[in-house]
């Protein structure tokens, strides 16, 4: 059935897309809100958002928003258009490249720079709202990426920093497993952690954090 659904969305999406020069690859996956397919945009590939017909609830606006603010900073991938087509939200950014956090093992210049983001997001006052899942941070070859800025908020007290952290050190979960064992996390390591968190709530200066890190 699904297969049929796509099937009808990528015969309906194509020329429209046609029209502001993108080409429609394939689908990806099935969002909560919204169908996902890959693309190409003057040669380079993109993500594609379509708004799912069965669902009212429309959070690509929202997106698209935190994307231009975040558009330029190396965080995500920029924003290429939004539009609505007959009340459905269509969103296009760029692609970036890698593999998902819960799939793999960070290296420590990899866990600094996610550690570099959830702070930028921080101070611009953006809250991820799904960062301690592992879905949503990609691994690539020299660089980090933080992905799917739907539920993300510009009104929440962001905690992207402090989720961050609990989800690679202090959560039991798959990846902290993965990380403890390989980088020898120990209680003293994880009670540095949580202390220079505490300050940062505070302070919001992240240079204790990044000490603590850098002992990895």
Known sequence: M????????????????????????????????????????????????????????????????????????????????????????????????????????????DILKIAEKAYILDILGIDHGQIQGGKHIIIGGNDVWIIDFEKASTRRKPRNLTSAMAMLFLSN???SRRISIEYGITRDFKEMLRSALREYKVSKDIEKVMEVLSIL
């Open 2 to 109: 699904l297969q049929e659904i796509i099937k009808d969305e990528i015969r309906k999406l194509k020329p429209i897309l046609s029209n502001y020069g993108i080409k429609l690859e394939r689908f990806l996956a099935k969002g909560t809100t919204s169908y996902v397919f890959l693309g190409t945009f003057n040669e380079e590939k993109v993500v594609i958002k379509y708004q799912r017909p069965d669902t009212p609830r429309k959070t690509l606006e929202r997106e698209a928003h935190i994307l231009e603010i975040l558009g330029g900073r190396n965080i995500t991938g920029d924003l290429i258009f939004y539009t609505q087509i007959k009340g459905r939200e269509l969103l296009v950014r760029k692609y970036v490249d890698g593999e998902l956090l819960i799939n793999t093992l960070p290296k420590k210049e």
């Open 173 to 175: 979960n798959v990846i």
